[in-house]
Nanobody, 119 residues
Framework: VQLQASGGGLVQAGGSLRLSCASS????????MAWFRQVPGKEREPVAHISWNGEFYNVTGSMKDRFTISRDNAKNTIYLQMNNLKPEDTAVYYC?????????????WGQGTLVTVSS
């Protein structure tokens, strides 16, 4: 499966952005998906993940009340709605996919989209 992330940009603190990740390839809709982010010099951290059918999803605790993950399998696309952005949310955001098997690794990655939040 191939992943293409988009939607990043420059936004002021308190603003919102919606990231998209379009997947393509055979059976693209069966993959569990996730968003990660990485700041240069720091480790990549998970942001949110969602099951193949959208029934199960989770957002990392510190972002839970500001970020929402969703997916539209008809469009083979997942979204990350980010509200009330803070300067510390500045990072490159990556989408990733894995087979819907317990403990399967995220083997497929998009190219990343840069989010910059100014104070």
């Amino acid at each position: 499966v191939q992943l293409q992330a988009s939607g990043g940009g420059l936004v002021q603190a308190g603003g919102s952005l919606r990231l998209s990740c379009a997947s393509s390839g055979p059976d693209a809709s069966i993959y569990a998906m996730a968003w990660f982010r990485q700041v240069p010099g720091k480790e990549r951290e998970p942001v949110a993940h969602i099951s193949w059918n959208g029934e199960f999803y989770n957002v990392t605790g510190s972002m839970k009340d500001r970020f929402t993950i969703s997916r539209d399998n008809a469009k083979n696309t997942i979204y990350l709605q980010m509200n009330n952005l803070k300067p510390e949310d500045t990072a490159v955001y990556y989408c990733a996919a894995r087979l819907p098997i317990v403990n399967s690794p995220f083997d497929y990655w998009g190219q990343g989209t840069l989010v910059t939040v100014s104070s």
